[in-house]
């Protein structure tokens, strides 16, 4: 395919000559031939193209490409023609009826062919592809629709939007309906998959929409990034299913990063259970606040060397300069804990390291008590012994009225540091309480997205 400028001179070219031979073409008709001299026709033919070419530069016809062209550019085709029309009439003489068969005959060829160059290029799909229907006309639903007149895939027959102001106006050709008109519109066009283009909208109205369309039994798509879609790094193709983070009842609280980088930025971090999966989300969000060394722990050699792979290619990515230390070794040998915190100088250590999947644990539970009790109490001393400022334990809301091993296992692990601080001098213990993180393993999200993808019920 030719760079887009080349295209864009093409079609400014191919203009050109449409308007030269509308012109011709107009007088000819009329007066059986050219009725002027050569300098009169260019007079006049110059004076046309300054009218068109103005009204087609403000209204951005050449901004988009033919085979994505929306129905708004051909209503700037025939108000340039229009433009150009009146001007040959008024500053030219040329007579009226001469400049209405001028912008009829420029603007159907210039219609005219730009169809028949999409219909070539498309391969006729636009009329084959798959109905969607857009929820959302604001201004990334807008733009979605001009990506889609280009797609062979969609074909875009109407909008939704919450908003009454807009009821019954028309975008890019397309009326704008409300929320309650969904089922007929679904019917009247065959419709099964609905587009959600509000990527600002708050998760709470999200999560009514996605319910509201869960109803109907239509498919829901969503927007990939809009900037993206604008730049061409992503593609109406790109448009991807509802992550289940869309339909959590409530929006998502940005962390404070002051608060994050306190006990991280310029000192020496150790994250135990730095292969697991929250162990190994602490340590990307670790190295974003530029710690001077970050010590991998792990007992599992093969987690460890992933994390410890996706950490250094992450911080060339960034060209941040964080040492990077990778210690294979079980949080129960108290001895290769210490030695370890010792030699690189931790002063902060997130203690991860735990069996956490509940059904595992409740059939093995002396395991699950050694490692997450026993493992968490020599984790603890080892930290007190070596210079250690602060260790947090990462537990869960299942320590709360715990009715499964796993969770007692948790609350005798917080309770084995609310005993050491009283004896220890020099060093903080705390800990933070995660629910169901999204996404970690054995998480419930990859059960509920392989049930939203067979259709329910989730």
Same mark, same amino acid.
């Given at each position: 395919?030719?760079?887009?400028?080349?295209?864009?001179?093409?079609?400014?070219?191919?203009?050109?000559?449409?308007?030269?031979?509308?012109?011709?073409?107009?007088?000819?008709?009329?007066?059986?031939?050219?009725?002027?001299?050569?300098?009169?026709?260019?007079?006049?033919?110059?004076?046309?193209?300054?009218?068109?070419?103005?009204?087609?530069?403000?209204?951005?016809?050449?901004?988009?490409?033919?085979?994505?062209?929306?129905?708004?550019?051909?209503?700037?085709?025939?108000?340039?023609?229009?433009?150009?029309?009146?001007?040959?009439?008024?500053?030219?003489?040329?007579?009226?009826?001469?400049?209405?068969?001028?912008?009829?005959?420029?603007?159907?060829?210039?219609?005219?062919?730009?169809?028949?160059?999409?219909?070539?290029?498309?391969?006729?799909?636009?009329?084959?592809?798959?109905?969607?229907?857009?929820?959302?006309?604001?201004?990334?639903?807008?733009?979605?629709?001009?990506?889609?007149?280009?797609?062979?895939?969609?074909?875009?027959?109407?909008?939704?939007?919450?908003?009454?102001?807009?009821?019954?106006?028309?975008?890019?050709?397309?009326?704008?309906?409300?929320?309650?008109?969904?089922?007929?519109?679904?019917?009247?066009?065959?419709?099964?998959?609905?587009?959600?283009?509000?990527?600002? #909208?708050?998760?709470? !109205?999200?999560?009514? %929409?996605?319910?509201? *369309? $869960?109803?109907?039994? &239509?498919?829901? /798509? =969503?927007?990939?990034?809009?900037?993206?879609?604008?730049?061409?790094?992503?593609? #109406?193709?790109?448009? !991807?299913?509802?992550? %289940?983070?869309?339909? *959590? $009842?409530?929006?998502? &609280?940005?962390? /404070? =990063?002051?608060?994050?980088?306190?006990?991280?930025?310029?000192?020496?971090?150790? #994250?135990?259970?730095?292969?697991?999966?929250?162990?190994?989300?602490?340590?990307?969000?670790?190295?974003?606040?530029?710690?001077?060394?970050?010590?991998?722990?792990?007992?599992?050699?093969?987690?460890?060397?992933?994390?410890?792979?996706?950490?250094?290619?992450?911080?060339?990515?960034?060209?941040?300069?964080?040492?990077?230390?990778?210690?294979?070794?079980?949080?129960?040998?108290?001895?290769?804990?210490?030695?370890?915190?010792?030699?690189?100088?931790?002063?902060?250590?997130?203690?991860?390291?735990?069996?956490?999947?509940?059904?595992?644990?409740?059939?093995?539970?002396?395991?699950?008590?050694?490692?997450?009790?026993?493992?968490?109490?020599?984790?603890?001393?080892?930290?007190?012994?070596?210079?250690?400022?602060?260790?947090?334990?990462?537990?869960?809301?299942?320590?709360?009225?715990?009715?499964?091993?796993?969770?007692?296992?948790?609350?005798?692990?917080?309770?084995?540091?609310?005993?050491?601080?009283?004896?220890?001098?020099?060093?903080?213990?705390?800990?933070?309480?995660?629910?169901?993180?999204?996404?970690?393993?054995?998480?419930?999200?990859?059960?509920?997205?392989?049930?939203?993808?067979?259709?329910?019920?989730?």
């Amino acid at each position: 395919m030719a760079p887009r400028p080349l295209r864009q001179a093409l079609a400014v070219l191919f203009d050109i000559s449409g308007i030269a031979i509308a012109l011709w073409l107009a007088l000819v008709l009329r007066f059986g031939e050219v009725p002027v001299g050569g300098g009169d026709f260019l007079s006049i033919f110059v004076v046309a193209l300054l009218a068109a070419g103005a009204v087609f530069f403000i209204g951005r016809l050449y901004r988009s490409l033919i085979r994505a062209m929306a129905p708004i550019g051909f209503l700037v085709i025939g108000a340039g023609m229009v433009s150009a029309a009146v001007a040959v009439a008024t500053l030219e003489a040329v007579p009226w009826d001469v400049a209405a068969s001028f912008a009829a005959f420029g603007t159907l060829f210039l219609a005219v062919t730009r169809l028949v160059i999409r219909s070539l290029v498309t391969g006729g799909a636009s009329m084959a592809s798959h109905p969607v229907i857009i929820y959302g006309a604001g201004e990334s639903g807008r733009r979605l629709v001009g990506a889609l007149f280009g797609s062979s895939e969609l074909r875009p027959v109407a909008f939704v939007d919450d908003s009454a102001a807009l009821k019954g106006a028309y975008i890019s050709g397309l009326a704008v309906h409300l929320p309650e008109s969904l089922p007929k519109l679904l019917a009247r066009h065959g419709v099964s998959t609905v587009v959600l283009a509000m990527p600002s #909208v708050l998760r709470g !109205r999200r999560r009514e %929409i996605l319910r509201s *369309l $869960g109803e109907l039994g &239509v498919a829901v /798509r =969503t927007l990939p990034d809009i900037g993206d879609l604008v730049a061409g790094k992503a593609n #109406v193709e790109d448009l !991807r299913g509802i992550d %289940i983070s869309d339909v *959590l $009842g409530r929006d998502a &609280v940005e962390a /404070r =990063t002051d608060l994050l980088s306190a006990r991280i930025a310029g000192q020496s971090v150790m #994250v135990t259970g730095a292969g697991g999966s929250i162990g190994s989300e602490l340590c990307r969000q670790i190295i974003l606040n530029k710690p001077r060394r970050l010590v991998l722990f792990e007992i599992s050699e093969v987690s460890l060397y992933q994390i410890d792979a996706e950490l250094r290619q992450r911080l060339a990515d960034m060209g941040a300069q964080v040492e990077v230390v990778s210690v294979l070794g079980d949080v129960r040998d108290t001895k290769r804990l210490e030695s370890t915190m010792k030699a690189f100088q931790v002063k902060t250590a997130y203690h991860a390291a735990a069996y956490k999947h509940v059904p595992i644990v409740e059939e093995n539970v002396l395991e699950g008590l050694n490692n997450n009790v026993f493992g968490t109490l020599s984790a603890a001393q080892a930290a007190s012994r070596s210079g250690v400022e602060y260790f947090i334990l990462i537990s869960t809301d299942k320590a709360v009225n715990p009715t499964n091993v796993m969770g007692a296992s948790k609350r005798l692990a917080e309770l084995v540091l609310q005993a050491l601080q009283g004896e220890y001098r020099g060093i903080t213990f705390s800990m933070v309480r995660f629910g169901n993180v999204l996404g970690s393993s054995g998480s419930v999200v990859p059960l509920f997205e392989s049930q939203s993808r067979k259709g329910g019920p989730v």
